[in-house]
């Protein structure tokens, strides 16, 4: 089993900053793979940001590139998003996904088994 809490949503203007974090604990082997997906109402879950293979590798929406970074503190067991120069495209609920290593499909919802609750960021133009 694995538990993820994740905290930094919140309420910007277009343009700005926000640093979401993801604390994770449970079996490490199910959470090789950390990811980032967000959620607007109406729309499909979409893979924002992955960092796979215990740090191996990281991989990034298109839309997001050059914006966000994911991070990861294997001392804190806690995985980041920074957010810059953030849109109101970019508006949603934020989730924290961790799964095993498995080196393809990193932004799918389909590769990861355990999700957190979620945090919202609101943009606001």
């Known amino acids: 089993q694995v538990q993820l809490v994740e905290s930094g949503g919140g309420s910007v203007q277009a343009g700005g900053s926000l640093r979401l974090s993801c604390a994770a604990s449970g079996d490490p082997y199910s959470r090789k793979n950390m990811a980032w997906f967000r959620q607007a109402p109406g729309k499909q879950r979409e893979g924002v940001a992955a960092v796979y293979g215990s740090g191996a590798g990281v991989d990034y929406a298109d839309s997001v590139k050059g914006r966000f970074t994911i991070s990861q503190d294997n001392a804190k067991n806690t995985v980041y998003l920074q957010m810059n120069s953030l849109k109101p495209e970019d508006t949603a609920m934020y989730l924290c996904?961790?799964?095993?290593?498995?080196?393809?499909?990193?932004?799918?919802?389909?590769?990861?088994?355990?999700w957190g609750q979620g945090t919202q960021v609101t943009v606001s133009s």
């Open positions: 996904a961790a799964g095993p290593p498995y080196m393809g499909r990193v932004l799918k919802p389909g590769t990861y088994n355990y």
